[in-house]
């Protein structure tokens, strides 16, 4: 990673690098290892660079001919490998849910309660929380860090989570700075709004899987009343049982003759 750092740094002082690494700032996670977009440009490049050397160390074991076509496809194959690792940590990362977001809001409305800075308020979702949604609240940090506004911050978050929650907050953020509305009270009617979305879903939730039930149950009752209905009538059900024992013996005689000529 220090090699990472050092490549990222030589990256930066060219004016395309910055324009490529900012289209990866979004995948950024608030881990320690990865810190901005420009470091996954860095990897990318040092990636491809390692798929060109192998190929090179291949020829030289197998006594191959070189072939420029292989050693593009080479360079290309590590260059484009952390492109899919960045879309599946997206798609990772997009399955924040309600039940996590308001774990986050509660934190930060105990936090307002206790006159403490919405940056305070943020760190202690940090500290308290764990996976996805610390490490989208890192990232606002992060955000804050480089000059953006708390609206614009949450905006981002709610641009990497599509959580319409997500969006209501940095509305809240933007109107709070500018119209001087009381925080205290807009999270308290958040949490109540997301109580209600959850309680609300996880209703649906229950009818499905009654709805499901249901289905396998009224799918097996025609056959279960068919049994019912042979077993109680004992005279049919001999009647289809000795009707099926006729076909049976007539299908079995002329394998029994054939075994059995006298």
Known sequence: MNIVYHLTEGLELI???????????????GNNRIRKGMDYVSVKILLGLLFFVMYFILVAIYNDDINIVA????????????????????????????????????????????????????RDVVKRSN?????????????????????????????????????????????????????V?????LEKKIVKEEKFNNEVIDLVNINKISLVIFSILPGLFILIYLASNVEYFKLLVSSIGDIVEIEMAPVVSLAHPE
């Open 185 to 189: 009270d807009i999270f308290d009617s």
């Open 71 to 122: 050693i593009i496809s080479a360079f290309v194959l590590g260059f484009i490998i952390p492109d899919f690792y960045c879309i599946f940590n997206k798609r990772r990362i997009t399955k924040i849910g309600n039940k996590q977001l308001l774990e986050a809001i509660i934190i930060m409305n105990n936090s307002f309660k206790a006159n403490r800075s919405t940056e305070q308020a943020i």
């Open 131 to 183: 996976g996805l949604i610390k490490d989208e609240f890192k990232r606002v940090l992060d955000d804050l860090k480089f000059g953006l506004t708390l609206g614009d911050a949450f905006y981002r978050m709610y641009k990497r989570t599509r959580l319409n929650n997500v969006l209501y907050i940095s509305h809240v953020f933007k109107l709070s700075s500018k119209a001087g509305i009381n925080i």
């Open 15 to 29: 004016k395309i690098f910055n324009w490529y690494g900012k289209r990866y700032n979004k995948y950024v996670n």
